[in-house]
C-alpha cells in the first residue's frame, strides 16, 4: 500500500523533531559539501551527507527517511572535524536513525540473525548492530 504523503505541518514537525534530537540547527548549513568530501561513507550511500542536509532543509524529509545514508553513517565525525559552520552531521544522521527506529520501522529482530552471523560476528560487533538498529 503507498505511503500517505505528509502534510506541511507533519513535515515541519519532522524537522523539529531531528533539530531537537540532534541539538543541531539544519539551517546553518550552506552547501559547501567539505562534510561530504571527508566522509569515508559517502561513496556507498544512495545521498551524500551534505544532500541529506539539503533535503531537510528543504522539506524532502520523507525522502531523506527513506535513503539507506543513515544506516551506513559510520559515526567517525570527520564531517563535524571539517564543517566551517560546526554542524555535527553525525548527530542529524543519528536523528534520523532514531525517528525511525521510534517510528516503528522494520528492524532487525534477534531471531531473523543467521546463526553463521551469530557464530561468526565478534559479540561486540552483534552489540553494536542491535543498539544501532533498535
Ligand atoms: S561541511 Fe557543514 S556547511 Fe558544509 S555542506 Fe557539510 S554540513 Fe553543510
Ligand atoms: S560521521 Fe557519518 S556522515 Fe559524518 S563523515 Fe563520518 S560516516 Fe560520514
Known sequence: MPTKTKTKAEIADIIKRIELISGENIY???????????????????????????????????????????????????????CPKEVDLSKIMEALRVIQVRDGKPLIEPEEVADEVIEEMPQQGIVSAFRKYN
Request: hydrophobic share 40%; net charge positive; proline share 2%.
Open 28 to 82: 546553518k548549513c550552506y552547501q559547501c559539501g567539505k562534510c561530504t568530501a571527508g566522509c569515508v561513507m559517502a561513496g556507498e550511500m544512495d545521498i551524500s551527507p551534505y544532500k541529506v542536509i539539503r533535503m531537510i532543509q528543504l522539506g524532502l524529509v520523507e525522502k531523506a527517511l527513506e535513503s539507506e545514508s543513515m544506516w551506513l553513517c559510520a559515526a567517525c565525525f570527520a564531517c563535524r572535524e571539517r
